[in-house]
């Protein structure tokens, strides 16, 4: 089975500002979804307030805890965001932004 392409809608994993050790784990676990496997708590859980098949990475940094979101389609992995997580749920506006990528995505990659 070949992994699944990478389409990066929004967001990004550098550093700074995240940490090596953060932005190496990130690419860890998005490299294990690429490759089929299904992630779960404390590494990832799903996002169904967002829409079907998406989920987010979870990572602690030494100064933050970051979040990737993304959702599973046929041929890739997309992601939608890439955001420091402040407070205990995701923000509202993180919610309608990623859902309305994903909504254009589908929209224009049926």
């Not at 992630?39 to 602690?60: D, F, T, Y």
Request: positive net charge; contains cysteine; glycine residues 4%.
């Amino acid at each position: 089975m070949n992994p699944k392409v990478i389409r990066w809608l929004h967001g990004e994993v550098k550093t700074p500002p995240l940490s090596i050790e953060a932005r190496r784990e990130l690419g860890y676990l998005l490299r294990m979804v690429q490759e089929g496997e299904m992630l779960s708590m404390p590494h990832a859980r799903p996002m169904p307030i967002i829409g079907n098949a998406c989920h987010e990475l979870r990572v602690k940094d030494a100064a933050a805890e970051w979040r990737l979101v993304f959702a599973l389609t046929a041929d890739a992995i997309v992601v939608l965001d890439v955001f420091k997580k402040t407070t205990r749920e995701t923000p509202q506006r993180i919610l309608e932004h990623c859902r309305r990528r994903l909504e254009h995505y589908r929209r224009d990659f049926p």
